[in-house]
């Protein structure tokens, strides 16, 4: 909670002092006050057509309640958008726990370059070898120079097996290895890194394609989870990415990263109204503990407070 506080601290700064300043000498919620709060909510990045749907569930509670405070549309505020948030995701926090009926528990992870996939791996290695589970990573991005070096360094620093075939190799051989290599050793959790190139959707689907193919020659059912990750600082940009991954390949959850340092944190809302797919994880930092399992109260709260 701590460590969400401090790296959701650019968004919430920035977006409750403008709350205070659009409400400031108001006594009533006026339609200047929600022009305001439209604002707020789009440079927060929390995207157009989610905004237009806060401020739409706003004006009934003002037409239903008459008079508003800025306290009280503070909260009000909370209570939309936690409430949209729970409609998009009914089952909260996952957390880091896998299906013990699924063994391993095998993770694909894809995202473009850049947006911290790499990282979020090691995390997340990091918090399941923490209880105790064994964890084979693939080195999947065989595309970038040093992410095959980078899941390495990740592997020896956290204690995880890794699988690689060096550079330029091909992504689903080392995805059939991965899987392969947690099935003979009775691993609890598989995860392979793509490499995240966008600039030809087709030959994403179809690496995506393969990948995904390859990996249910060893075992059925797998990948048990497809997890997009996107960097969340570049707000609308993630939103895009978003749209691109989930025509090319089934996603079922998704990582926002570098939560920290920017005040574009309201994508987070965006991308669980516009895509209905769970937003699993949230990465406020560089370091090994900085990866949070996303809970929409707690991320609600953080936000505003
Ligand atoms: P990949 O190309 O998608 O595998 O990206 P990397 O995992 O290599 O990450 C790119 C950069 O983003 C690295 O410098 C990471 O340390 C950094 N990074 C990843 N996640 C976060 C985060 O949540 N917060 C911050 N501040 N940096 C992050």
Redesign the pocket.
């Known amino acids: 909670k701590d460590n969400l506080d401090k790296g959701l601290e650019k968004s919430r700064g920035s977006f409750f002092t403008q709350l205070t300043k659009a409400v400031a000498g108001k006594s009533k919620v006026d339609d200047e006050v929600l022009d305001n709060l439209e604002e707020i909510l789009v440079t927060a990045d929390v995207g157009v057509d989610t905004t237009l749907k806060i401020i739409e569930r706003i004006e009934e509670r003002v037409e239903r309640d008459k008079y508003l405070d800025a306290e009280e549309l503070n909260t009000i505020l909370h209570e939309e958008i936690a409430g949209l948030l729970s409609e998009n995701q009914t089952e909260d926090v996952h957390g880091f726990s896998v299906p013990e009926d699924k063994k391993p528990y095998v993770i694909l992870v894809v ?1 473009v ?8 791996i090691g995390k997340l290695a990091a918090k399941y070898i923490a209880q105790g589970k064994k964890v084979v990573l693939g080195a999947g ?1 065989t595309f ?1 120079a040093a ?1 095959v070096d ?1 899941l390495k360094m990740w592997g020896e620093r956290v204690g995880a097996d890794v699988i690689s075939r060096g550079m330029n190799t091909d992504p689903s051989a080392v995805a059939f290895d991965a899987v392969q290599r947690g099935v003979e050793t009775n691993a609890d959790v598989v995860i392979v890194d793509t490499a ?1 190139r966008l600039h030809n959707k087709i030959n994403l689907m179809n690496e995506l394609t393969k990948i995904r193919r390859v990996m249910t020659k060893v075992t059925d059912g797998v990948p048990h989870e497809v997890l997009l ?1 996107l960097d969340g600082s570049t707000g609308q940009n993630a939103v895009i990415q978003a749209r691109e991954f989930t025509k090319a390949t089934e996603v079922t959850a998704i990582a926002v ?5 920017t005040a574009k944190g309201g994508v987070v809302i965006g991308i669980s109204d516009e895509f209905k797919i769970p937003v699993k994880y949230i ?4 370091g090994v503990d ?1 990866l949070q399992a996303f809970n929409k109260m707690e991320f609600v709260a953080s936000f505003f407070n």
């Open positions: 995202g370059n850049g947006v911290g996939k790499t990282t979020t991005d970038r992410a980078q995240g990750v990263t570098k939560l920290d340092g990465g406020v930092g560089e900085h």
